[in-house]
Structure formats: C-alpha cells, structure tokens
C-alpha cells in the first residue's frame, strides 16, 4: 500500500470509517475523521487542539458543544446537493446525535484561536461550476478565506461527471511564495455507484519527490503533503465526490495555487467550450 494512497477502512477505528490525523499523516494541522452512526446512536468527543467541521455525508443530526445544540439537516448523499454543517472550535466537548443514522465528516485542523460554535445553513454555501466540457465539476466551498471563518481550517467539496477530469490543471501549494501558500490536503473520495471507481494522480518536483498514481472507491483517502496533484479522473459511467480538507503554517488563512507550467494553458481552452 501507498502509504498517501489510503484504502477505505484502512485507517478505521470503532465508529470511524476513517481516521487521518496529523500524527498518523506525518504532518502538523490537518486531520479528518468519517463518523458512521446508527439511527438513535450519539458520539461523544473533545476536539483538543483543533477547530472542526462536522458535515453531513448522509442522514441529518444534531451537533451539541458546551451546553449549545445545533440541528443539522444534512442530505440524503453527498451527489444530492451542499449540506449545512457545524463549526467546532478548539479545546471544546462535543457530541453527535442522529435519529435517521448517517456519515459524518469530521475534518479538523490545529489552530490557535478558539472561535465560536457556530451553524453554516447549506443555502449560504457558495457552489460553483469550475471548468468546461470534459473538465467540468461543481464545487461547494463551505469553509474557504472568502465563504466561513475559521482559524487555519480550509474544507470544500467536488462533484465531476462520470468521464470527466477534475483537479485539473495538476497544481499545487508547498511553497510560500507570491500566488502560493502551503497547505496540507486531504481527499476523501465516494463514488455513486459500489462498483465505481476513479483514478488520482499526485507527483513531485525534483528536489521533493512523491509518486501516487491510485484507482480510488468509495471510502479512499488520499494525501497530498506537497507536490503536483491531479487529476481525479471519474471512470465513465461513475460521478466522483471528494472532499478537501486542508490546513497549514502561514499567518494568513489562504489558498493559493500554482499551475504545472507544463499544463497550465488548458485553463484558456475553457473559455472557447
């Protein structure tokens, strides 16, 4: 096994599907935990040193945290449409309640600041459509720099067509410079159907490199540490989810790219499809 390339349950751990911290990622702010919950069931956790997310993969809930409760209406999948979600803040006690059952994605990230609890409402999630043609894919951008405040925290989802290409142009962010900021990536992958899959591609430059070709199903992960990183190409016949689940060290809560100059021009050829 890849050790970026993380198959589903791979990583699982009681009521976790999936479990990436920093410490098992080998790096310093991003984490992500996937919750499955029968109906009835609740979970309790504290959430340390890092601000969370808690969004709705399927089934809805209710989030509670130092007295407060949040109801959560969620989404029957994640191909259905953006979710309202819940924002943790550090060094808190929190707990998850499901009376229908469902997935929960809990992505974190370590942090300084300690900001409230807080309900983002699914109709406020800024979606776009990224792309044109066969690199076409909606995104939902529900904790970026201009869409949610957060500390270091960065989450957003992609949905691409069976037979398209997304995280396209391969880019990257492991350098803090001019128009790059250096963040952590996680993706967390699910296809619409069980015998669906999908292709990811992650590779390095000279002087830091990695090598992931991956076929990815549903409940894979993915690790980007540094490096060029793309395409999630989508099987034809199977549309592709991921989330992003991203974080870093800068004094600005940024998410800044560099295109790989060998295919940066393919951003042009949108503008004519």
Request: net charge negative.
């Amino acid at each position: 096994m890849n050790r970026y390339h993380l198959p589903a349950r791979s990583t699982e751990d009681g009521l976790y599907d999936t479990v990436v911290t920093p410490e098992s990622a080998g790096w310093t702010y991003s984490g992500l935990k996937i919750l499955d919950l029968e109906p009835g069931a609740s979970h309790a956790f504290p959430t340390r040193d890092a601000e969370h997310l808690v969004l709705p993969l399927s089934g809805s809930c209710e989030v509670a945290c130092d007295g407060s409760v949040l109801a959560l209406s969620g989404r029957p999948d994640v191909f259905a449409a953006a979710t309202d979600f819940a924002y943790l803040p550090r060094d808190a006690d929190a707990a998850v309640t499901t009376p229908t059952g469902g997935r929960f994605a809990l992505a974190s990230a370590v942090c300084d600041r300690s900001l409230p609890f807080r309900y983002g409402t699914a109709d406020a999630v800024p979606v776009e459509d990224r792309g044109a043609g066969t690199c076409a894919r909606q995104v939902r951008n529900y904790c970026l720099p201009d869409t949610f405040d957060a500390d270091r925290l960065l989450v957003c989802e992609v949905v691409t067509p069976g037979g398209n290409w997304s995280s396209y142009p391969p880019h990257k962010h492991d350098e803090d410079r001019d128009g790059e900021s250096v963040l952590e990536e996680i993706y967390y992958f699910e296809i619409d159907r069980p015998e669906g899959f999908a292709f990811h591609r992650v590779y390095g430059t000279p002087d830091r490199p990695i090598d992931v070709n991956a076929e990815v199903r549903s409940g894979d992960v993915v690790l980007v540490p540094h490096g060029w990183h793309g395409p999630s190409a989508a099987a034809p016949g199977y549309d592709l989810f991921y989330l992003n689940v991203m974080a870093g060290p800068g004094d600005e809560r940024a998410w800044r790219i560099t295109d790989d100059p060998a295919h940066a021009w393919i951003r042009s050829t949108w503008e004519t499809v």
